[in-house]
């Protein structure tokens, strides 16, 4: 990726009052989050996610089901934001202050956004640092659940889930909504980090194509989406973000002010 396309994009994202930032796992990985479709080491070349990830699994195997995703939450629990979400964050603050503002959607379950400062995320297959009892749909964070036992349970006896979307269930309205707006009503559109092959969640970038909106990509590798991108970035975000950010003059402003 050469100077040139980042100096382009940079130009993009500074003259844009309203950004929608899209993001997939590829956002967390330099957290040490691993990422599904990565061959070899991605989560699905190891686990079946319709055994694991599936709303008729949990039905079928409460126990296995909540033990895993207790496991996964185990390596989401010491990741911390990487660069990239922390530019993310900047970024959102930056047009904040001149009036604009940043959306960013997110597929993924960490709160690694949160952790890194980005405000009023759009989390579209829901958090894993929330948990919901399947009897009385109260919620609570994963710090007040008892894993003692497996499946763990609430006081009501309800068995408590892990508040995500798992394969075969909808997505949350109010997530589907904002993020329709976010896509609607941005400048520029940006996708990092996702394999964009999961809908709903893909058909976002859809939209943004079809708005005709300037859009770009941030990921090592090509996806389906590419050959529609304004521009494409191809390498890490926790490298290529703040390197825009600079390309803005964001660190000057800094200094300056
Ligand atoms: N920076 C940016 N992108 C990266 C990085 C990185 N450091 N490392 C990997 N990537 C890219 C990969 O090249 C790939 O395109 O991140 C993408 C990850 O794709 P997936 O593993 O398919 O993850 P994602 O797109 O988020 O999956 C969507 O599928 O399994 C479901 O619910 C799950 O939310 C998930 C959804």
């Known amino acids: 990726m050469d100077d040139t396309e980042l100096r382009a994009v940079a130009s993009l994202i500074r003259d ?6 899209f993001t997939g796992a590829g956002v967390s990985a ?3 989050i691993e990422t599904f479709r990565q061959p070899q080491t991605g989560l ?12 008729d699994a949990l039905a079928r195997d409460p ?8 496991w996964r939450f185990s390596k989401c629990a010491d990741a911390k934001p990487n660069a990239g979400h922390h530019a993310i964050a900047e970024l959102q603050r930056l047009k904040r202050a001149r009036g604009g503002g940043v959306d ?9 956004h949160q952790a890194g400062g ?16 399947q009897k009385t749909g109260s919620m609570r964070a994963i710090e007040e659940v008892d894993f003692s036992a497996f499946p763990p349970r609430s006081e009501a006896g309800g068995i408590l889930r892990p508040d995500i979307v798992l394969f075969g269930e909808m997505l949350p309205e109010a997530a589907l909504e904002a993020a329709e707006r976010a896509v609607l009503s941005c400048d520029v559109f940006l996708t990092i980090g ?3 092959v999961v809908y709903p969640a893909a058909g976002y970038i859809e939209m943004a194509i079809s ?4 859009s770009v990509e941030v990921d090592p590798d090509a996806t389906p989406m590419s050959t529609h991108m304004t521009h494409t970035l191809a390498g890490p975000s926790g490298d290529v973000l703040p390197r825009l950010l600079e390309h803005m003059g964001v660190g000057d402003d800094t200094e300056r002010s």
Not at 47 to 55: G, K, R, S, T, W
Not at 63 to 70: F, I, K, L, N, P
Not at 119 to 130: F, W
């Open 104 to 112: 960013v959607v997110t597929q993924n379950i960490d709160g690694l």
């Open 44 to 55: 699905w070349a190891r686990y079946d996610p319709m055994e694991l990830a599936h709303v």
């Open 30 to 32: 330099e957290s040490g």
């Open 63 to 70: 126990e296995t089901v909540t033990r895993w995703y207790h």
């Open 211 to 214: 708005r005709g909106v300037p």
């Open 118 to 133: 980005a405000e009023d995320v759009i989390e579209l297959h829901g958090s894993i640092l929330r948990w919901r009892c």
């Open 16 to 21: 844009a009052n309203r950004i929608a930032v």
């Open 194 to 196: 996702t394999s964009a």
